[in-house]
């Protein structure tokens, strides 16, 4: 089975600092990797995804992640923090050929002025 | 022009009452989904419709129905409410359901059984 794991459920930075969201999923296949973000009282929206090919992904909002395969990692990452960042952010995995995007736990980021 | 639309956004009732959510998707999508996400914010997977053919049906209690009239159209149907249905439900609708395809979310709706 499959799994993602989000190290962190609580994140906080400053404004202007660099964000950093964990992500490590269990696959035997490497998977399809997703980034969603949720800003309060909205639903998901996607940030980015990994497919195959080149590892480091471009999102919107000026996030990014880096697949690894012999980490078996996927973490966010955005150099410089904005305000409006401050949201929960979901990683979320499909095994190749699987209908089933399972999400991780969630981590919630917070943005101190 | 909203993509993914869901009613109502908040629901209270009683434990015992029968409710039902609706979603709808304008995006010309063939596949949608029901998701639950609980008070701690983990999201799950309840049921999948791919041009209205159930394709996912997890593990959830048979109070819960869902019925797709056409492919635009997703609803929810919840028997006998009980005080463990409280969570908020999402929609979501992507194209295609096996591999990489981006699912588009609704706004959710927030269910609350006293």
């Known amino acids: 089975a499959q799994s993602v794991t989000q190290l962190g459920s609580h994140v906080s930075v400053s404004e202007g600092a660099l964000v950093l969201l964990r992500c490590n999923y269990s696959s035997s296949v490497p998977p399809y990797l997703f980034w969603y973000v949720q800003y309060p009282n909205q639903g998901l929206q996607l940030l980015l995804k990994y497919t195959t090919g080149a590892t480091l992904v471009k999102g919107i909002n000026g996030f990014e992640a880096e697949f690894k395969k012999s980490e078996t990692s996927f973490h966010l990452t955005k150099p410089s923090a904005h305000m409006s960042d401050a949201a929960e952010y979901f990683c979320?995995?499909?095994?190749?050929?699987?209908?089933?995007?399972?999400f991780g736990k969630g981590t919630k980021l917070t943005v101190n002025p | 022009d909203t993509a993914v639309s869901q009613t109502p956004k908040y629901l209270v009732t009683q434990m015992g009452n029968d409710k039902s959510i609706k979603c709808e998707q304008n995006l010309g999508h063939d596949t949608m989904y029901w998701y639950k996400q609980d008070s701690k914010k983990f999201l799950k997977i309840m049921f999948s419709?791919?041009?209205?053919?159930?394709?996912i049906n997890e593990t959830v209690p048979n109070r819960f129905s869902p019925k797709s009239p056409d492919k635009a159209h997703l609803n929810l149907h919840i028997n006998s409410l009980e005080l463990g249905d409280s969570a908020v439900y999402f929609c979501a609708s992507s194209q295609g359901y096996k591999g990489p395809n981006e699912q588009f979310f609704g706004p959710g709706t927030r269910l609350t059984v006293l």
């Open positions: 979320a995995v499909i095994k190749g050929g699987s209908e089933k995007l399972v």
């Open positions: 419709y791919n041009n209205k053919e159930l394709i």
